[in-house]
């Protein structure tokens, strides 16, 4: 089983070298799971291997995986097809598949199956969200087919949402336009897409060497840059209070209720038991450790950071 939670030789060599499926939601500023991962997070994997760390799966793709036999059955309970393993699959020299398997209607290949956990079920009432569709048509491409069976599921005692997804031959060309300039612009130069929210790019200026001595004299192109960026830092505390006012108003509109339900969403408002943390301050007085064994078991931090703080003198 735990075999089964780690890539194989063939996906990571494809890896190396491919946009996977599961990355195109960002390659098409699409993420919504995530809206911090970007394009420029997979030009960082591509031209510079040694600074991502080795693939590891988070808890929810652990959960999926996991899942994978239990999804299967209620599908094929409910369909009546059958579904086959799915190799990993070359696309093109830019592109490599996963799909989660190949579904079969007796011995007829007619389509292509991903299984999705999800605590967004609200977004699949009316289809498969816009943010999975990418992969899905990747997975069709992939395998010459014009349709995918998509799954998505929450928990247990609600039933899962099947759809069958048609092929999108414009999703389909923008997949493969998008994919063949990141390398032809980016992957091949060696360089990044432009500054954005990414892991990537903040990393990479952390990375920038700090010169303690070094002053850098204001210019009118950097003058109207903080001119800009402290608008926006009064604009984001004026939406911040806003955005604290309104929901303080809905909590006074469900009173007692623990959910508010509605066409396309869903508001929980429930009690959380009190979060319970350790003294440690008051626990290392208790116990008086020597100072060498506080030293033995104090981490430092891989890497450090260069926070930007600014201050302003004049309104």
């Not at 799954?151 to 414009?170: D, M």
Request: charged residues 30%; proline residues 6%; contains cysteine.
């Amino acid at each position: 089983m735990l075999a089964q939670l780690e890539l194989s030789e063939e996906e990571k060599m494809y890896r190396r070298t491919r946009i996977g499926s599961s990355e195109l939601g960002a390659l098409l500023g699409l993420n919504k799971k995530s809206w911090k991962r970007t394009a420029a997070d997979i030009v960082r994997r591509l031209i510079d291997p040694e600074s991502v760390p080795e693939f590891q799966m988070n808890e929810s793709m652990i959960d999926g995986k996991l899942l994978e036999p239990f999804l299967i059955q209620k599908f094929e309970l409910a369909t009546g097809y059958t579904v086959r393993p799915a190799p990993p699959k070359l696309v093109n020299e830019h592109l490599a598949d996963n799909a989660d398997g190949l579904v079969y209607d007796g011995d007829k290949f007619i389509g292509v199956y991903e299984a999705k956990t999800t605590k967004l079920i609200s977004d699949w009432k009316h289809g498969v969200p816009i943010y999975y569709q990418p992969q899905c048509q990747l997975h069709m491409m992939a395998w010459g087919t014009d349709k995918c069976f998509v799954i998505g599921w929450r928990q247990v005692g609600e039933s899962p949402k099947i759809y069958e997804l048609p092929a999108n031959p414009e999703m389909q060309e923008v997949i493969l336009a998008k994919a063949e300039e990141l390398f032809e612009k980016y992957v091949k130069t060696g360089t990044y897409p432009p500054v954005d929210v990414s892991d990537a790019w903040r990393d990479k200026l952390d990375s920038v060497p700090c010169n303690e001595g070094e002053r850098l004299e204001a210019t009118e192109e950097l003058d109207a840059m903080v001119s800009e960026f402290r608008r926006l830092q009064h604009e984001l505390k004026d939406l911040e209070a806003d955005f604290e006012i309104k929901k303080r108003q809905l909590q006074m509109a469900l009173g007692s209720a623990s959910t508010l339900t509605g066409q396309n969403y869903e508001i929980s408002y429930k009690e959380q038991r009190p979060r319970r943390t350790v003294d440690y301050k008051g626990l290392l007085a208790e116990l008086n450790p020597p100072q060498k064994l506080i030293e033995q078991f104090t981490k430092t931090a891989a890497k450090g950071i260069r926070p930007l703080r600014a201050r302003f003198f004049t309104n």
